[in-house]
């Protein structure tokens, strides 16, 4: 993991604890949204990074044992989805929830989550495909590996 990955995912966790605890304690709901509006993205970027590093480490791996200049070398297309929409009524709800209504915030954050899982299963369901594809499956944690004659 990079500095810069650890970085944003020790905000992310802090900014998740502190809007819980600064919501709880003051019962402002707007700021404790907001810190956790901050946190996803901390803890989104984060991860990003993370994978990104992975993903390297394997096709550098996949070049140096032996597979083609070209193997790892373009990302798969993710087809059309739902989960952006999804994703951005989530936002509305939260917002309007925090500015608004207090009951807006519950479907607004369950939506959220629905479209975050939804998305990341859909992107993972994809990668696998891919890294089954192009024989690097082992690499990413994956139970197959090409075998070169």
């Given amino acids: 993991m990079t500095l810069l990955a650890r970085i944003f995912t020790g905000l992310g966790t802090f900014l998740i604890v502190m809007g ?9 709901y ?29 096709v ?25 929409l999804v994703f951005a009524l989530s936002m509305i709800g ?3 929830g925090s500015v608004g209504p207090r009951w807006a915030l519950a479907p607004g954050g369950v939506l959220l989550v629905a479209a975050l899982v939804g998305w990341s299963l859909d992107v993972r369901r994809q990668w696998r495909h891919y890294d089954h594809a ?16």
Avoid: C, N
């Fill in 20 to 28: 819980i605890v600064y919501g709880l304690v003051t019962g402002e």
């Fill in 134 to 149: 192009a024989g690097v499956g082992a690499a990413h944690g994956g139970a197959h590996r090409r075998t070169e004659p």
């Fill in 30 to 58: 707007e700021g404790a949204t907001e810190m956790l509006t901050v946190a996803g993205g901390g803890l989104l970027i984060g991860v990003y990074l993370t994978r990104a590093v992975q993903r390297a480490s394997a």
């Fill in 94 to 96: 939260i917002v309007f």
């Fill in 60 to 84: 550098v791996a996949a070049q140096a044992a032996g597979a083609g200049p070209g193997a790892g070398d373009t990302e798969p297309h993710v087809p059309p989805t739902i989960w952006p």
